[in-house]
Each structure stands twice: as structure tokens, then as C-alpha cells.
């Protein structure tokens, strides 16, 4: 009666050679008794959740090696968002991180049969993404671009090649596609099943009906596991409780934030047809009609991503009602309709049924991973946002990886639970944002999206006069940025219209506050910056910090340093300016999706010390930015100060009055290699300070930008950002900031020898400017981050930022040129001749580009410059 | 002076750019119609454009438009006889050669046809709502610009109940806003006890507050005029105080109040416009009020009794729903027309044997004139020396304005008209739901049966349809989708609606053949420009109360 999906599954369950291998103490089935087995008192890993996440971290961990690991599961295993799972594994990813996970999957599940005699049911079927429209068919290409660099065959076709690989699919309205071959599916509870026999091989105890209550944490750690059937003592806790995640987290008395939130999502199982469908006819995905479609026992099974999804369990539920949900037909005709229009010839198919298995969706449509920032050994690997199977071998890998060494094999900052806080985890944010989240699925991918809903949470007290002033907002760690300003009288495209892999229609918007800032003066509030200050009564804030930071910060009284915080291997954990306010405090400044990860980082790092404080003080100051050869007279005209570089060098901080406000920090740094001044203004004076800027400004011309203005800028001057550029694979030697480490500055500090081993033996990859030559701004796409880099003709790395210079009247991209033998693949060292001696091409989208590549700045561009050039280059950057 | 709000807000692409040609230049309504194919064309023309100006339809061609103010002549060449147009039509939409689309979209037809729309619930007390009405909606579409239907509706606060009607104007929109400004003052003076007539006229004598009569439940569109106040209220004045002098002691008749008060105030506008006035404004509003005409379909709500007074063409209509569900129409007015035989029976028996022939002819009265009572048309009422002799003396123009000075033939015997009511009293019963008012813009198009089952089913929530459950039927997704298609079709125009009266509208506007409602055709419908809106449609008022059958049926056990 019910699908044949969990047939197997029940079969498989209650195979006996199954339970010889899980459940080896168990006298009689379970069913009969729930449970033979009593839990141990004590474990060194505790996974909560029996779905594709919890087995597959299971799996990872014992093939590490660590073998004291129990799985609970509250039902039966595999029998959550698993089971209902469409079993497609795709490959077809945006996010680099993502579609190396895919791909590990693949290959996991490719050979997850043989390794373990359970049936899978893996079959190589391939995908093929449909376009409708110019704009996907662009999108797709990006795709394929890097799916092609990753060794990943993958071509885009043309729509009579698509009705050559599956004989239904009606192809008028198509203008291309993007076939996979190598993309498959899997029964996604047997596979799950299949990781779990593996493991418990492997020793890890299998425990199901028995659901966690909560975690008890002490000093900031896990310590034990409370079940309804007892305690498990434990030194992690890993939480895979899917959709069940964020209420985990949260019944604990030191909760856990892990924005997720459930919605239905719906798909059809139709009987087969007349002439059953051939079981390795490949997947189709018409992302414009919003619906997949894979064969399914000789017929097919098809669902989509509704434009009006419909989010269930804002209050939290019980597991029970999984089961219980109800088909909703007139929710899935306009599915029904795109499936027909798609494929006509299935009218006269019979209907199955229509399955309603609610999927968890997270703020930004990436899983989450990693370490909580408040519990040690609490981990976290949810929220798939319906993509669960795909990346389910990968994530559980990195996880794995993460637990056992302390970090993954890649960069994972993008899917790192530490990108959230608190600040993402009301019911009622999260609630609207899925209800935006899963329509995108399959919404057009293009550059400068924002989310629309769950805005306007964190806001700068200026922001209502901002608006005011034809201010547009993107959002960033729920703090609302300016974008640009539109100027009265002019009107910009709809949302909608407004998507492009074009030329903007904010190109000569941000063109005017460019120039501003080139010629005159600028104000940009950059108010949502992290902001820490750390203070000791003796000098246990200096010495903490100069072992925690690569630069040194034993530095006068009233100077900035740029520093990275920088990790083991001297990946950037992050990178941020610190100054030094007195002899005992310093005031330091990160990117704003710092707040929760840095503050994790520090708190885990400094001594646990009372006479050593730190303090989160961002929401206490309001930054304003002035930038241009003009803000040192608007300054000086407010302060009665001499500001001059005799009196205020580079890199300066200091203490002032500006207007009536008195105590405005104001430092000598701008973070784009302008000239300039950063004001932090204790918020009750921001109006005050910003209305005494713009009147005292006027007559120098002065007007409000926006961060396109400021990304343009700085990417021009060749800064790197954290979280774009750098991050925990990149090492101040990759990146060209030699100067901002201090090998020899007297003690040691995180990194220094990875450093050290850098500077002897050279780096692999290397940051690198890139200046497209034959690129048509009006006409070609333009390049947005993630194309592949090619020199030679050859492949050797990825683009990580890009922007148009309306200095140079050129795009320019940022990225990491890698050295790979010709013969072996081997990664070799990079060295400046490498490349300078190289011909580049940059690929957007299929179509490659002339590009010439800088290891420095053009120096010609500072014609405004009044400082040491150094100095301020040295500065780092934020978007 | 009149507010029309509805179709002129969107701004037309077409419009404003080919006005000027539209008497001349013959290529250029081809492009008013690029969406209706020749095929429809005819159809619609079949269907709806028949000449909706018939309450005066044999004047000549310069009066056919009603307004008689300010018409340009351009206009009514262009809209006179329009089947010959839309022949030209037809013709010219082979010259046409990039037509212009044109669509309205769903939030823009939402938004005209909400743009009049209203909704009062009567407020709860303590928890509970005494009242036997629960609320109402009512709602205007326009189609002659300015509109000439008018609406009111007021709770008596003096006495019990709640006053609703509904007013359709002919010949301009004067009298019909006069009539829909002052007769529910008349009516509820008419209530009145004697003791509280007596207070109020007190009250005015010595500069005190008055009581407060009547609570008006208007929207904002729905407006009076300041100037005539103070000349409405001394005539008002002089009714009451009619009525204290003669006393006459009982219990007032609420179908007695009905007919004196709209005899009452007939008379008045007769008078005001014989007696003029100085201010010169004033002086030209009271003989376009009197020269103009307007039906009227009132309804008086008290517990469990239900007044219905109708002169004209107007009608009320009850929405009963049976035992078994469904639902069925009373029709609770007769309309005053040709086609009521009672009517014409009245009318020749108040004239000479000799008129006969000539009273109805072409199923109007005198040939002119649609319905055979009505309020103001002082044409029909006054003798041919007093026409003559206001027009004269009236302002120029008036004076200038071929209409009034035009004296219908076989004008022998006046008064051929009266505002005079018909008078239905109806005991509410608890499967009475609700009551529509509406004036004949709604009932040409509608079948009152289909208006009962419209309104009830949204009223009573049937559109919340069951969901659909496969189980162990064979169903093929082509079935399915087609049964989603459908449910959708008809689920889409009941959401959009959060006022019955709108929601009627819609389907009078936008039905198909098959009943559903068609957004294509609601949209063409509704893009038309206003010169044309007239040929496919009139008028529509729609006034839904809804009855609260709980205090009802409470009423019905209690008398029992």
C-alpha cells in the first residue's frame, strides 16, 4: 500500500543479517521488545538523529577511527525526511563547498553497495537541467563551468540533444540545457541504512526508539546526553535531528541557536506507464517550471518548489505528526501544470499518490555545520534545505573531519553554524524567511541578490534619514546596508526586472559616489562592523592578543594595526584592525558575520582570566566612513583639530570632538586605500555627528555612498576580504601580506610556524589581481566570483571577488592562481615568475575572457594619496 | 460636482492619445478593442450592447445622453446608435496596423472594482449582536460618467431599525443624489413618535443641539452637498412641523411613514424647483434635481419586520436558503415598468380612454420613459404652462439646455409620474439570510436565482472546498489537473473578494457562459473607455444585508 520505498525499508530493517550486524546484543527483534538493549553509561560520541545526516556522521567517524560512538534515534532508523527523500543526488550546485560535497556523495554512494553488501539501489542515471529562458541558460553555464574544472564531465546541450536522452520531454519552449551524466539516484533510506550497518561494523552502537530530551552542558561543554531511557555520559554531542534540530538545541538549559524551520513540500508517484520507464533514464530538473522529475519503478516521481511554500511546525511539534500530513492538491496544480506542460504524453498517467514530506530549510539556503559557539563538543549538521542526500556523505565527511582534527579538509565558513546567532533563530524570522528560502530553489541565481523578508531587524540609528534619501538596503548579518543611493527623480527597475548577469541599472549611481569619493568626499555608514574591546588591568590583554594575533600589536598608544587572527595552519580565521586605545585596551574591529565566530574564537582562547575582559560593543557605536581627498577639511573644520599627517599619520586613532559630540573615535583609515577617516560615534550622537558632517560638507561637495561604492574601491586597490577572499585556507604569504606578520616580534603566536614553513618553502596558491582586457561592460556578462581562472589554456584556480573599476574602466577580479603539474597534477609552489609569465583567461560562463595579471596595485590610481602609501595598503578591508 | 471615482483613475494608454479623433478619424476605435476579436465583437454586441439608455431613448440624438448639462456634442456623435459604430468597428480593425494591447491586470481590475466597495458590521454588544442584521456590503460600478447611481444607508436612532437604498438616476445624476441625501431624513421623521417630533422642533426654536436623527454608514465617495443643506433641512423643517400640527396621535405606521415620506419629499423637489432660489447656484441645483429623475428601492429593517418601498425599476430581492442547502430567490418589489401588466393597468386607468394609445408606447411611458414612477422628472409631472414658465425664468443655462425645454408629445393630462412607493412588508423567517438591493445594472445581466446562489454560497463559505483526496481511485493526472483548473478558476474570483456586493459584481461584469467568472472578459469589460462603458453595461448598485438568523429565529419563538 504505501511506497515501495518503505517497503525496503522495513524489509531491510528487519532483514536478520541486518540485525546481526546492528543490534548484536539483542535478543529478539525489536519490535516485539522495544528495548533489549540498555544504553551505555557512557560514550565518547553521542549522534542524535538515524536519518542520512546521523549515519552518515556515524559512518565518517568510525572510518576515522574513533569507534565509542552511540546513535539514538527517537523512531526507527531512516524514517524521517529521509525516507520521504526523492533520492536524487545532483551534482549541479552554485556554492564550490556544496558541489564538492555532491560529488563526494556520488562517489560515497557509488561503491556504498559493494562495501557493505546493502542494497543502495545506486543507479547512474545522469541529470539534465532545463533552461527556458537566456538568463537560466547563463546560469547553467556557470555551472558547468565549474563543474567541468572539478573533473566533473558536464556539457550543456541543446534542446533537440535533450529529447535525444529522454523520449517525453517536450522541448519547444526550451533554448537549452545542462546535462550531468554522472548525476544518479538512490533509495535514500537504504542508503542511510547502508552508511548505518557500516558504522555499526565499525562499532558504533545503534540505538532506535530512544529520543534525546536534552544536553547537559558544564563550563561550556558538553558533558552527558539525557534520554528517556537514561543518561549517556559523553564528550560531544552531535545534533542530526533534522527538522527537530532547532527545538533540540533549544530544551537545553544553555541553548543552541540552529536557524532551521521545517515547510511541506510535495511530490507525485504515479503507477507506470503502458511502456514502464527505463530505470536509468536520466532526471529531469526544469528549475523555470519549478519541478524535478526522475523515473520511479516504471513510472515517475515528480515534485517541485513551490512560489507559496508552506511552513509547518513554527511551535514546534512532535515526530508523530510526520506521518499524518495531508496531500494538498490544489497547493500542488501549478506543479501538476509545469509537469504536464513538460511532459504532455502523462496525461492519461494514473496517479499513485501525492507524498507530503516536510523538508527543513535554513535563512540562507545553506546547510548548517559545525561547533556551537556556546557549548564545546555540541555539533551541529541540519538543515539541508531539501538537498539532503546530495550533500549528506560529504557534509557527514567534513563534519567528521572537524570533530577529529579540529577542522575540515575545506573550507566550510560558508555552511558554518557560526555565520548565525541568536539574532537568526525567532520563530517568526525564520518562519517568513523559509517561506522566501524554498521558492528560490529554483529562482534564478544572480549577483546581488537579497533577501527580501525578515529585514530591517538590525538597523543604524541613521537609517531613517538614509532611507530618506533614496538609500537602497542589502542586509548583512541581519544589519541593514546601504547599497547605493538612487537620486531624486530617477527610478530604478523592479526587484524582479532588476535581475541581470548584465551590466546593473546602479552602474552610473554608483559610478557618481565613486567619483565623489575619488574627488571630493563621501560619508558610508558602516555601523554593523563587529566591535570587541579587551581590556586587562595588567598586561594580560596585550600578551593574550599577541599570541592570538600575527601582527604586533605592542605598538604606541593610539595606533591601528591590520592583523589577521589567524589559525594553526595560518589560515585566516579572521582579519580585522585593532587599536590600541591605551597601555591595557585595545578596540577591535571585524567583518560584521564575525560576531558570533570571533567571539567563539576568542572567548575558547583567552585565559579564563578575571582581570581580562572582553565586550561585544557593537551595538554601542555608530561607524560612519569618510572617504575622499576632502574629508581631512570637513574634519578639521568640525573638530578645531589640526589634522594634518604631522598631527594625524596613517593608521591613528584618536579621541575628539567633532560638533557638540565629544569622545568620537576617530581613526585614519577608510578600508579601500583612500584617503579618510572612520568615525566611531557612541550611538546617542550619531544623528548629531552625521547632521554636522553633511551641513559642514556641504561646501566640499560631500554626499552619501553606499557599499557598491566602497566594494568598487577596494577591489580595485587589490584588498582582499574575509569571508569572500580569505578565510581559513589562506595565509597572510598567499594574499601578499607578508608585512602584517611579525615572525619576529619577539613571542609566539598561533600560526607562526605554518608561517615560518611558508616563507622558507613558498606558497601553492597566490592571490592574484586579475584586469579584463577584451570585455565589453555593456554587452558581455559580467564576472561575479567563482570562475575559473586559466592560464595557459590551463586551469589553476577560481576567481573570489570581482568589480567594475570606474577608475580603470575596466572589471576586475580577484582570485588564487594555483600551480599543478602538467604530468601529475601535483600542486607545486607559486612563484611570482609563475605568474607574471602567464597568459590569462578568466571563464564567465563558458565564454572566456583576456585578462591581465597584477600581484600589486596600480600605483597611478592614488593620485589624491597623502600618506605613505604602505601604510594604508597595508589596510585591511571590509564589504 | 459629481465624484466618479472607478475606471477614470487607471489611466488608459489608449485614451488620451486618439480622443480628439474619435468623431472624425474612423481608424482610429480600432484601437480601443485589440483585444476583442471580430467574433467577439459580435457576440458582446449580441449579448450586451443593446442600448442601455432607455429610460429616455426616443429623445433625439443630442439628448440620448443623459447628462443634459455639459455634453459635448463630439461625444454623443460618436455614441449614438452604437451597433453602426461597431460595424465601423469591425471594418476599420483591418487598417489598425500595430494595435495596441492592452490588458488590465488582476490587482488593476481588483482595484476598480474595489474602489466603491463598503462593508459596515453592526457593532456587538456586550458579545453579542441584538440586531437581526448582521452588517451589509454594498458596492457601485460605474459605467456613465459621473456615475447617476446613488446609495444609502443609516441606522435610526430615534427609532428602531436600519435604513438601506439603493437610487438610480436618469438624465443626470442630480436627483438621484438628492433623493439619496434627504429621504431617509423623511422617512425617519415619518417614524417619529409625536413627543420627540416635538423636542426636536423645540430644540431648533431655541438654538439647542439637536438629537441626532440618523447614523450614517457611508463611503467616502458617498457625499452630500454643503450648499443645499440649509435649503434641505427648512423643508425638512416644515414637514415635521406639518406633522406635529396634525397630531394624529397613533402609533405610526412604519408602510404609511414609507409612502408619505416619499410623496413628501417628491413634492418638495417639485416645490423648490417652482419657488427657485436666490443664490443662483442653489437656484440652478433645485430645477436639475427636479428635471433630472431617480428611482428608489428602500429597505426598512426592524426585528423580525422588513419594509421594502420601490418606485421604479430598482428591486429588492431576499436570499432564502432551503432545508436541503441550496438556495432560492423572493423577490420582495415589483418593478414599476412595461413589462409589469399591473403597472400599465395603473397608468391608463389615471388618463383618459382617449391617451391610451399614446401613454405607453415602445414599452415607455410616452415613449420616453423607462420606469413609470420615479422622483423628480418634473417633465412628466408639471403641466406644460409651468415647465414653460421655470424654464423661462430659470437661469441660461438651463434656459440653453435642449432637453428641459423639450415637452414630451401627447402631453394632455399631467401628472403622468409619481414617486409614489409600493410598499411590501415581509415577517423575516431564519432561513432568510440576506436581502440584495440593487438597481437594474445588476439584474439585466443576472438571473435573480444566480444572484441568490452567488451571494449565498459566498456569504455561507462554500467555497472553502473540500480537499481533494486520491484514496484508492484511479485518477490520471490529466483528470486531475483539469478538476485542479476548475476548483481554481472558481476559487481565485471568491478570494478576491472581501465584500459580497464586489463579489457580485465580478460575476455580473465577468461571467462566462458557463457562470464562472472569466478575468479576460472581466478585464475587457472594464478597460472599455468610459465613452463606450455605457454600451455594454449600466450602472450597477448592489447593497447585500445580511441577516443574523440566531436573533431571528429568537424573535420568531418569542412572538410565538
Known amino acids: ?879 | 460636482m459629481c465624484v466618479c471615482p472607478g475606471p477614470r483613475r487607471i489611466a488608459i494608454p489608449v485614451r488620451s492619445s486618439r480622443l480628439p479623433l474619435l468623431s472624425d478619424a474612423m481608424p482610429a476605435p480600432a484601437h480601443l478593442f485589440p483585444l476583442i476579436r471580430n467574433c467577439e465583437i459580435s457576440r458582446i454586441c449580441s449579448t450586451v450592447c443593446y442600448c442601455h439608455h432607455k429610460h429616455l431613448c426616443c429623445l433625439s440624438s443630442h439628448f440620448a445622453h443623459s447628462h443634459f448639462s455639459y455634453a459635448p456634442q463630439k461625444k454623443f456623435a460618436a455614441l449614438y446608435r452604437p451597433k453602426e459604430n461597431f460595424n465601423h468597428f469591425i471594418h476599420m480593425r483591418d487598417y489598425a496596423s500595430t494595435p495596441q494591447r492592452f490588458y488590465l491586470t488582476p490587482p488593476q481590475v481588483n482595484s476598480i472594482l474595489k474602489a466603491n466597495e463598503y462593508s459596515f458590521k453592526v457593532p456587538e454588544f456586550d458579545g453579542k449582536n441584538v440586531s437581526s442584521v448582521l452588517g451589509f456590503d454594498s458596492n457601485q460600478l460605474p459605467a456613465n460618467a459621473p456615475i447617476e447611481d446613488r446609495r444609502s444607508a443609516a441606522t435610526c436612532l430615534q427609532t428602531r431599525g436600519m435604513l438601506l437604498g439603493v437610487f438610480d438616476g436618469h438624465a443626470g445624476c442630480a436627483c438621484a443624489q438628492a433623493v439619496s441625501e434627504r429621504l431617509f431624513y423623511y422617512i425617519a421623521v415619518s417614524l417619529l413618535p409625536h413627543e420627540t417630533l416635538l423636542e426636536i422642533e423645540n430644540a431648533v426654536e431655541s438654538g439647542r443641539a439637536l438629537l441626532p436623527i440618523l447614523q450614517w454608514h457611508k463611503h467616502p465617495n458617498d457625499y452630500f452637498s454643503k450648499e443645499a443643506s440649509k435649503l434641505y433641512f427648512n423643508s425638512l423643517r416644515t414637514y415635521w412641523q406639518e406633522l406635529i400640527d396634525l397630531n394624529s396621535g397613533e402609533t405610526t405606521d412604519v408602510k404609511e411613514a414609507l409612502i408619505n415620506a416619499f410623496k413628501r419629499l417628491d413634492n418638495d423637489i417639485s416645490l423648490e424647483a417652482q419657488v427657485g432660489d436666490p443664490n443662483s447656484f442653489l437656484n440652478y441645483l433645485v430645477l436639475r434635481v427636479a428635471f433630472s429623475g431617480a428611482t428608489a428601492c428602500v429597505a426598512h429593517v426592524d426585528g423580525v419586520d422588513l419594509h421594502i418601498a420601490n418606485t421604479g425599476d430598482s428591486r429588492a430581492m431576499l436570499g432564502v436558503q432551503e432545508e436541503d442547502g441550496s438556495w432560492s430567490a423572493v423577490n420582495l418589489s415589483y418593478d414599476h415598468n412595461a413589462q409589469n401588466e399591473h403597472e400599465v393597468e395603473r397608468v391608463k386607468m389615471e388618463h383618459p380612454k382617449s391617451e391610451e394609445k399614446s401613454l405607453v408606447k415602445q414599452d415607455r411611458l410616452l415613449g420616453l420613459l423607462m420606469p413609470f414612477r420615479a422622483f423628480g422628472d418634473v417633465k412628466f409631472k408639471w403641466s406644460i404652462e409651468l415647465q414653460k414658465r421655470v424654464v423661462e425664468s430659470g437661469p441660461d443655462q438651463l434656459n440653453d439646455n435642449e432637453y428641459t425645454k423639450f415637452i414630451p408629445p401627447n402631453y394632455h393630462t399631467p401628472p403622468y409620474l409619481t414617486a409614489e412607493p409600493e410598499v411590501i412588508h415581509h415577517k423575516l423567517r431564519p432561513q432568510d439570510k440576506f436581502l440584495v438591493l440593487a438597481t437594474d445594472g445588476l439584474w439585466e445581466t443576472m438571473h435573480r436565482q444566480d444572484v441568490a446562489r452567488i451571494v449565498g454560497e459566498y456569504l455561507t463559505g462554500v467555497h472553502h472546498q473540500q480537499p481533494i483526496a486520491v484514496g484508492g481511485y484511479k485518477v490520471t493526472l490529466g483528470q486531475m489537473h483539469g478538476l485542479l483548473t476548475e476548483r481554481r478558476a472558481r476559487i481565485s474570483s471568491v478570494f478576491e473578494d472581501q465584500n459580497a456586493a464586489t463579489h457580485l459584481i465580478r460575476h455580473a461584469v465577468g461571467n462566462n457562459e458557463f457562470g464562472t467568472v472569466d478575468h479576460e472578459r472581466l478585464s475587457k469589460m472594464l478597460s472599455l473607455p468610459e465613452e463606450l462603458a455605457r454600451m455594454y453595461r449600466d450602472d450597477i448598485t448592489i447593497i447585500v444585508v445580511q441577516f443574523n438568523s440566531h436573533v431571528i429565529g429568537a424573535c420568531q419563538n418569542e412572538e410565538l
Open chain 1, 1 to 879: 500500500m504505501f511506497l515501495r520505498l518503505l517497503a525496503d525499508v522495513r524489509w531491510r530493517a528487519a532483514n536478520p543479517k541486518w540485525r546481526r550486524m546492528t543490534c548484536s546484543q539483542r535478543s529478539t527483534s525489536s519490535t516485539a521488545e522495544p528495548y533489549p538493549v540498555s544504553l551505555p553509561a557512557q560514550a565518547q560520541v553521542v549522534i542524535c538523529g538515524g536519518g542520512i545526516m546521523g549515519t552518515s556522521v556515524a559512518y565518517h567517524l568510525s572510518k576515522m577511527g574513533w569507534k565509542d560512538i552511540v546513535l539514538l534515534e527517537q523512531g526507527r532508523l531512516a524514517a524521517g525526511t529521509t525516507r520521504f527523500c526523492a533520492g536524487i543526488v545532483s551534482t549541479a550546485r552554485h556554492v564550490s563547498i556544496e558541489l564538492k560535497m555532491a560529488d563526494y556523495s556520488n562517489k560515497l554512494y557509488q561503491q556504498l553497495e559493494q562495501e557493505t553488501g546493502v542494497k543502495t539501489g545506486y543507479m547512474k542515471t545522469g541529470s539534465i537541467s532545463l533552461a527556458q529562458t537566456q538568463d537560466r541558460l547563463i546560469s547553467l553555464k556557470r555551472i558547468a563551468s565549474s563543474l567541468n574544472v572539478m573533473g566533473i564531465p558536464c556539457e550543456i546541450i541543446t534542446p533537440k540533444q535533450v529529447a535525444q536522452l529522454h523520449p517525453l520531454i517536450n522541448i519547444h519552449d526550451l533554448v537549452g540545457a545542462m546535462y550531468v551524466p554522472e548525476d544518479a539516484l538512490v533509495s535514500s533510506a537504504n542508503v542511510s541504512l547502508a552508511l548505518a550497518t557500516a558504522a555499526s561494523r565499525n562499532g558504533v552502537q545503534i540505538h532506535e526508539r530512544t529520543s534525546v530530551s536534552h544536553v547537559s552542558v558544564q563550563k561550556g561543554r558538553v558533558t552527558a546526553v539525557e534520554t528517556d531511557r537514561g543518561q549517556i555520559q559523553c564528550q560531544y554531542f552531535v545534533n542530526c535531528a533534522g527538522q527537530w534540530a532547532y527545538e533540540l538545541g533549544h530544551s537545553g538549559e544553555e541553548p543552541v541557536n540552529i536557524p532551521l524551520h521545517a515547510c511541506e513540500h510535495f511530490y507525485l508517484l504515479t503507477h507506470p506507464l503502458k511502456e514502464p520507464l527505463a530505470s536509468n533514464l536520466p532526471t529531469i530538473v526544469d528549475p523555470d517550471g519549478r519541478i524535478y522529475i526522475r523515473n520511479w519503478q516504471g513510472g515517475i516521481l515528480s515534485g517541485g518548489f513551490e512560489k507559496n511554500p508552506k511552513p509547518l511546525f513554527t511551535e514546534g511539534r512532535n515526530q508523530l505528526e510526520i506521518h499524518n500530513l495531508q496531500e494538498d492538491w490544489d497547493h500542488f496544480e501549478p506543479l501538476l501544470s509545469a509537469l504536464l506542460r513538460r511532459m504532455p504524453d502523462l496525461e492519461a498517467l494514473q496517479i499513485m499518490q501525492l507524498v507530503n514530506c516536510p523538508e527543513s530549510f535554513t535563512p540562507d539556503m545553506r546547510c548548517i555545520m559545525g561547533e556551537s559557539p556556546t557549548v564545546r563538543g555540541y555539533f551541529v549538521l541540519a538543515g539541508m534545505n531539501s538537498a539532503g542526500i546530495s550533500y549528506g556523505g560529504g557534509a557527514g565527511k567534513y563534519l567528521a573531519e572537524w570533530m577529529v582534527n579540529g577542522y575540515p579538509s575545506e573550507n566550510v565558513w560558508p555552511l558554518d553554524l557560526k555565520r548565525f546567532g541568536a539574532l537568526q533563530s525567532s520563530r517568526t524570522f525564520l518562519r517568513h524567511r523559509v517561506m522566501e528560502v524554498m521558492p528560490l530553489m529554483c529562482d534564478l541565481k544572480v549577483p546581488r541578490w537579497d533577501f527580501q523578508t525578515g529585514r530591517q531587524l538590525r538597523t543604524s540609528p541613521l537609517y531613517d534619514r538614509l532611507d530618506a534619501q533614496g538609500a537602497r538596503w542589502m542586509e548583512k548579518h541581519g544589519f541593514e546596508r546601504v547599497k547605493y543611493f538612487v537620486p531624486p527623480g530617477k527610478d530604478l527597475l523592479d526587484l524582479d526586472q532588476s535581475k541581470t548577469f548584465y551590466k546593473p541599472d546602479w552602474f552610473d549611481i554608483v559610478g557618481s559616489e565613486v567619483k565623489c569619493c575619488k574627488e571630493a568626499v563621501c560619508v558610508i555608514d558602516m555601523s554593523s562592523f563587529t566591535k570587541f574591546e579587551i581590556s586587562s588591568t595588567g598586561d594580560e590583554a596585550l600578551e593574550s592578543l599577541q599570541y592570538l594575533f600575527s601582527n604586533d600589536l605592542d605598538v604606541p598608544v593610539g595606533h591601528v594595526v591590520h592583523t589577521g587572527m589567524l589559525n594553526e595552519k595560518g589560515g585566516y580565521e579572521n582579519d580585522c584592525s585593532i587599536a590600541r586605545l591605551s597601555k591595557r585596551s585595545f578596540f577591535m574591529i571585524s567583518p560584521t558575520d564575525q560576531q558570533v565566530h570571533c567571539w567563539a574564537w576568542l572567548k575558547n582562547r583567552l585565559p579564563d582570566d578575571s582581570n581580562l575582559t572582553m565586550e561585544d560593543v557593537t551595538w554601542k557605536y555608530t561607524a560612519l566612513n569618510l572617504i575622499g581627498p576632502r574629508a581631512v577639511d570637513v574634519l578639521s573644520e568640525l573638530s578645531y583639530a589640526p589634522i594634518t599627517p604631522e598631527h594625524f599619520p596613517s593608521l591613528f586613532c584618536k579621541e575628539m570632538s567633532v560638533g557638540y559630540a565629544n569622545g568620537i573615535r576617530v581613526m585614519s583609515i577608510t578600508h579601500t586605500g583612500e584617503p579618510g577617516f572612520m568615525l566611531y560615534i557612541p550611538i546617542e550622537y550619531a544623528l548629531h555627528v552625521y547632521n554636522e558632517v553633511m551641513n559642514m560638507g556641504q561646501k566640499y561637495g560631500i554626499r552619501n555612498a553606499g557599499y557598491y561604492a566602497l566594494r568598487s574601491l577596494r577591489i580595485e586597490k587589490f584588498f582582499a576580504f574575509w569571508g569572500q577572499d580569505l578565510d581559513a585556507f589562506t595565509t597572510p604569504m598567499e594574499c601578499g601580506r607578508e608585512f602584517q606578520v611579525k615572525l619576529e616580534k619577539g613571542m609566539q603566536f598561533v600560526g607562526q610556524e605554518a608561517l615560518l614553513e611558508q616563507k622558507q618553502n613558498g606558497v601553492y596558491k597566490r592571490f592574484t589581481m586579475f584586469i579584463l582586457e577584451d570585455h565589453d561592460t555593456d554587452m558581455d556578462l559580467w564576472p561575479w566570483w567563482g570562475e575559473p581562472i586559466f592560464r595557459n589554456g590551463r586551469y589553476v584556480g577560481k576567481t573570489t571577488s570581482s568589480a567594475y573599476s570606474y577608475t580603470l574602466e575596466r572589471h576586475v577580479c580577484l582570485g588564487f592562481v594555483q600551480h599543478f603539474d602538467e604530468k601529475t597534477g601535483e600542486e607545486l609552489v607559486v612563484t611570482t615568475d609563475f605568474i607574471n609569465q602567464g597568459e590569462y583567461e578568466i571563464d564567465i560562463a563558458g565564454q572566456r575572457f583576456q585578462a591581465k595579471a597584477k600581484l600589486y596595485p596600480f600605483s597611478s590610481l592614488f593620485t589624491h594619496r597623502r600618506r605613505k602609501d604602505e601604510e594604508e595598503l597595508s589596510g585591511y578591508q571590509r564589504e
